[in-house]
């Protein structure tokens, strides 16, 4: 999704391999049975899966990242053949459904999806891939709020703690026109997709009364500046909440009782794939315990494969509440498609947001 990488993990090494085409001396076998093309998130795989999947297959990988699901699918539907496999965000998988992009799966091909995926990540993906039919979940996370226990007095357990003045100057709220909608209109108890235009007009006075609150709007900063103690409070995403903790133990993610968004990143396989069976080779691989765990350890975006959960070795991690929560015991909703007119109708209410005095 709009997912940033901590910077831990990027590496000119790994850049430069994936520039050129991960994998692409991985010896003689590989492209003996084809090729592969992949498009995914920047840094959002370990490059000796790659290397490892071509060894193991013959098969070619030729890989490509792309830095948001808008490009993504521009790109998709202007030639949906160039790609064999992808990897968009819920809402995104949706629209590529509507509008005949991707196919539908065969799952007898794909037994390490069907045993070691868990269930609720199923039955999560079902709201913008009504029976699991095209897509396969990878990584997944929640947004909540960060925030720093040596500056905050307060009880953290409601969004509504983003728009206490005490804190003013001390908090940092995304600059994503679907995430900072979906934090005030989670606070007054509506969906994060809804297109009714009074509670959008609510929130959009929300966010303006608390502009004068806000440090900054900013996507990966929020770890920066949350790890340097520049902020008290921060709105962020569970999977670089992870590193932030480690990196300061004052910080605590919280998931606020009024709910927020799961967001899920999953495999599909274009309508015109020209590599079909290789693709779908590739999405089992992906989805093996050890492949998945593998991943996991580098990009630290929780996986859904539950086997792989098991098998990681640090028990804090393991263990994490942040990294996996139990979804059962918290409220979350995935973003769907709201269309060119629900997407035009939030842009401009943003618009409203951020030119506000």
């Known amino acids: 999704m709009k997912r940033l990488l901590s910077v831990f993990l990027i590496t000119l090494g790994c850049t430069a391999i994936i520039l050129s085409g991960c994998g692409s001396s991985s010896g003689s076998a590989a492209g003996k049975n084809g090729k592969l093309y992949v498009y995914n998130w920047g840094e959002y795989i370990d490059p000796d899966v790659i290397t490892s999947f071509e060894k193991e297959t013959g098969i070619k990988v030729i890989y490509d990242m792309f830095e948001s699901n808008e490009i993504m699918y521009a790109k998709i539907a202007q030639d949906d053949s160039a790609y064999d496999v992808i990897c968009p965000s819920d809402y995104m998988i949706q629209k590529l459904i509507e509008s005949g992009l991707v196919q539908k799966l065969d799952y007898s091909k794909l037994p390490n999806a069907t045993a070691n995926i868990g269930k609720d990540y199923w039955t999560k993906s079902q709201q913008f891939d009504a029976g699991n039919l095209y ?156 492949i998945a765990l593998k991943n996991f350890d580098y990009i630290t975006y929780s996986t859904p ?17 942040v990294a996996f929560p139990d979804l059962n015991s918290i409220k979350t909703e995935a973003y769907s498609n709201l269309g060119e007119a629900g997407d035009r109708m939030y842009n401009d209410y943003w618009m409203q947001v951020k030119s506000a005095d």
């Open 135 to 290: 897509s396969v979940p990878y990584c997944w996370g929640t947004v909540g709020i960060l925030y720093n226990k040596t500056m905050v007095s307060d009880p953290v357990d409601s969004w509504n703690i983003l728009w206490n003045s005490k804190y003013k100057g001390e908090i940092l709220m995304q600059d994503s026109v679907r995430d900072a909608y979906m934090v005030a209109l989670k606070k007054d108890g509506y969906s994060c997709n809804t297109t009714d235009k009074a509670q959008l007009e609510q929130a959009t006075q929300d966010l303006i009364a608390q502009k004068p609150l806000v440090q900054a709007y900013v996507i990966d900063q929020v770890r920066d500046k949350m790890i340097g103690g520049e902020a008290a409070l921060g709105v962020i995403y569970s999977g670089e909440a992870i590193y932030t903790k480690r990196e300061n133990p004052d910080l605590e993610y919280v998931i606020p009782k009024e709910g927020t968004n799961i967001w899920i990143d999953s495999w599909v396989i274009t309508k015109d794939s020209k590599n079909k069976e290789n693709a779908l080779k590739w999405i089992n691989y992906m989805c093996r315990d050890d």
């Open 305 to 321: 494969n539950v086997k792989a959960q098991a098998e990681i070795t640090d028990d804090d991690i393991r263990n994490s509440k």
